[in-house]
């Protein structure tokens, strides 16, 4: 099974983000 920061952190790098916010960030945002 893949974590689902593993996967945030996939579709972040995929959209061309520069640096994937640190865990914990999508949640308050």
Sequence with gaps: MIPPIATERAIL?????????????MDHD
Excluded: F
């Design 13 to 25: 790098q995929a959209r061309g983000s520069p640096a994937p916010p640190p865990r914990g960030s």
